[in-house]
């Protein structure tokens, strides 16, 4: 019986000791996390009193911390991307609605010609298209990058896309007094993909060629072993091949200060709708002439 008692005693002693030491752990991982609260730190949980039993718990912990920093980086990143977007955002529109402004300024003149009012417009107009143009890009870049946009899958004729798109450019090049050269297979070439994406993809390319390029245009779509390859090709003696490599990037242009028609993110939103719907695409200079490559799987 003695044993007995002296046993029990033991054992009690021992869940004494055990649960206090649990308590101090405890005490410990909650001041761990009271210093942590309010502030940045990279920080972790450690089992300072050596028990094993809280190790599974102390990593759970750390590990549901590491996602709570990934989480803070990636609302920091978008915060800056806002920050960026709205003050690329208010250059873009600033300087077709100046110009736009001092031109409706001119209109108020008694001593204008009906020629001139004529003039001063149509080019109000054109400002206000081109401002039109800048926010429709924005907005629609902003729904892809919260994948708000739905890209249907459907049977498409890729040789009509491009034919069409082109077709909507003709007067674009007529003003350059440049006619591009092109180049399409005339067979029918099926892609399955996004009527409005590919549309997008094609125009914002050719009108990228328009803005910057310095004439001898080639447009060409083929049918290859690998897919139907589609090419923008222009002339480009300003450029470098470090230009070439970052036109797919955000808000980059050629130009030191970007023009008014331009805001930097149409070659952003082709790259982003391409890969999207299965495709690749690159951009190469190659002896003053630069080239844009689009390749869609048969």
Do not use: C, W
Request: glycine share 6%; hydrophobic share 35%; aromatic share 8%.
């Amino acid at each position: 019986m003695l044993l007995i008692i002296i046993a029990e005693t033991i054992l009690l002693i021992l869940m004494a000791v055990y649960i206090v030491r649990v308590h101090m752990s405890l005490n410990t991982v909650r001041k761990q996390l009271q210093a942590m609260k309010g502030i940045r730190t990279n920080a972790l949980l450690r089992n300072v009193t050596g028990q094993d039993t809280f190790n599974g718990l102390i990593n759970d912990m750390n590990d549901i911390l590491d996602e709570d920093k990934k989480r803070i980086e990636d609302v920091d990143r978008s915060m800056v991307n806002i920050r960026e977007t709205i003050s690329e955002l208010s250059h873009d529109l600033r300087t077709p609605m100046t110009s736009a402004g001092g031109y409706a300024e001119m209109l108020r003149s008694v001593d204008l010609t009906e020629e001139e009012k004529s003039r001063y417009l149509d080019v109000i107009i054109e400002r206000q298209n081109t401002t039109n143009q800048l926010i429709n890009q924005l907005y629609y870049y902003s729904r892809l990058k919260t994948d708000s946009v739905t890209l249907e899958q459907e049977e498409l004729d890729l040789r009509r896309i491009v034919t069409s798109v082109i077709a909507l450019y003709y007067v674009d090049f007529e003003k350059q007094n440049s006619e591009p050269e092109v180049d399409i297979d005339e067979k029918k070439m099926t892609v399955v993909g996004d009527k409005d994406g590919f549309v997008r993809i094609f125009s914002n390319i050719i009108s990228n060629a328009l803005s910057h390029g310095e004439g001898s245009y080639s447009i060409s779509l083929k049918e290859t072993d690998e897919g139907y390859r589609f090419t923008m090709a222009n002339g480009a003696s300003k450029m470098t091949q470090d230009d070439a490599e970052k036109v797919f990037e955000r808000y980059f242009t050629k130009d030191a200060v970007r023009s008014s028609s331009n805001s930097g993110l149409g070659l952003t939103i082709s790259k982003n709708l391409t890969e999207r719907m299965g495709g690749s695409i690159k951009a190469y200079l190659k002896d003053g002439i630069f080239t844009i490559e689009v390749l869609f799987k048969k």
